[in-house]
């Protein structure tokens, strides 16, 4: 079965700190891979997303993640975060032979930016 | 104006009570879904339509039925309303091949 898995429920970093934001996943096939960011009370804001070609993807606001196939990952990373990338981020991967047929979501990591 | 429009925002209702929520878009997109997310649960899809005449159901579509009634609209029901359908919920869009846009969504409590 399809599956995404974010081990890090709560990370706190300090701002100006680099972050690493871990997530795996479980699909026989390619997979469409995303991440998105929710801020208090607003949607999901789509960060970045893989599809294909270059492994290393670069995505909004300074956000970046590595497809690895053989770890079956899709890590998101940031050099120097900011106390405004405070908020929720969830993994996903795209199901059913199309990047949009359906999402299969993570749990989501929350993440604290402390001064 | 938002391209993807969630109605209401905020929701309290009693149980055993009918509730519609309700979804339009801006974008021109033919895609559009309902989830619902729980804390520690992440997001969950609910059902999903790709063209006016298509519905299909998601993972947790018992107690929910939806309706499109235009190819921007997309409206879920809960025809009786229950406790644990208390979650924040949320309509997205999309067009074949493309990521997903979300709308703000509604929180809906259920007394």
């Known amino acids: 079965a399809q599956s995404v898995t974010q081990p890090d429920i709560h990370i706190t970093v300090s701002e100006g700190a680099s972050l690493e934001l871990r997530c795996n996943y479980s699909?026989?096939?390619?997979?469409?891979l995303f991440w998105y960011v929710q801020s208090p009370g607003q949607g999901l804001q789509l960060l970045l997303k893989?599809?294909?070609?270059?492994?290393l993807v670069q995505g909004i606001k300074g956000f970046e993640a590595e497809f690895k196939r053989s770890q079956s990952s899709f890590n998101l990373r940031k050099p120097s975060v900011h106390w405004s990338d405070a908020a929720e981020y969830f993994c996903?991967?795209?199901?059913?032979?199309?990047?949009?047929?359906?999402?299969?979501f993570g749990t989501g990591t929350l993440l604290a930016v402390q001064p | 104006d938002a391209d993807v429009t969630q109605t209401p925002r905020n929701r309290i209702t009693k149980t055993g009570k009918r509730i519609m929520l309700e979804c339009s878009q801006t974008?021109?997109?033919?895609?559009m879904y309902w989830y619902r997310q729980d804390p520690g649960l992440g997001l969950r899809l609910i059902y999903y339509?790709?063209?006016?005449?298509?519905?299909n159901k998601g993972e947790i579509s018992d107690g929910y039925s939806v309706s499109r009634q235009a190819q921007a609209k997309f409206s879920l029901s809960l025809e009786s309303a229950i406790p644990n359908q208390t979650a924040l919920y949320f309509c997205?869009?999309?067009?074949?091949?493309?990521?997903?846009?979300f709308g703000d969504g509604t929180r809906l409590s259920i007394l």
């Open positions: 997205a869009t999309s067009d074949s091949g493309q990521p997903q846009h």
């Open positions: 974008k021109g997109h033919d895609r």
């Open positions: 996903a991967v795209g199901v059913n032979g199309g990047a949009t047929n359906k999402l299969i």
């Open positions: 339509s790709f063209d006016v005449k298509d519905i």
């Open positions: 893989y599809f294909s070609g270059d492994t």
């Open positions: 699909y026989g096939a390619t997979p469409y």
